[in-house]
């Protein structure tokens, strides 16, 4: 019996001692390894910078405007007499920002405004005294002439527009666009001398002003990073 308890008591010591040494193995030996940190990320945003400036932000100033002072030459020499406020540069679009813009300019359409005479709806003979011409005839001595040029400071167009809308894409970083208009006054000398020199003296004794809107927009164009 004596010699049981003496086995069983370095059984038991034996079997301590193991699970100590195994202890000591999965804590240092056999730990599995691991590391960590922590960092940080930003990107800066794409500017978007397009500036409308010069006269015409808020109203585009012209001198006063005459038909042209020349006498009427023929029906057959295709050459209408024009005169023309000159161009005035109207508003310089720039792209400052780091995308390209597609830009767009648009003139409204001619409003012609009178001193309260009224018009008449039939063919203006420009004969009989106080006849008065129809709108449309009137309308028609008026129109926009339209340009633009793509350098800063530029004083005078080197593109004209044929109808009343311009559009350009600006470049990121410095892309300009600069806007002339003018208003031209053309005498209406397909219907002979009399005429139009009638029309031209009832509108410069009635038409108090000729107007148009011009509106622009920029809209976004290219994208950071590019593809």
Known sequence: MVKKKRIVSKLILALVVL???SFCFLGSTFARYTSGGESTASVSVAEWNVSF??????AITFSQLSPAKDAWASETDG???THSTGSVKAITITNSGDVAADVTVTVGTLTVTTDGTSYDGTYFDGVSEGENPAQTEVKGLFSVGFGYATTAGADAATETVEGGTITRQLAANGG????FVEVIWTSADTYGADIA????TWAGEHVTTVGFDVTYSAVQASELPTA
Not at 176 to 179: K, T
Request: net charge negative; glycine share 10%; no cysteine.
């Open 197 to 200: 020199d009638a029309l031209d």
């Open 176 to 179: 300009v666009l600069v806007i």
């Open 53 to 58: 400036e010069g006269d015409g932000v808020s």
């Open 79 to 81: 050459e209408e007499r």
């Open 19 to 21: 699970t100590a040494v």
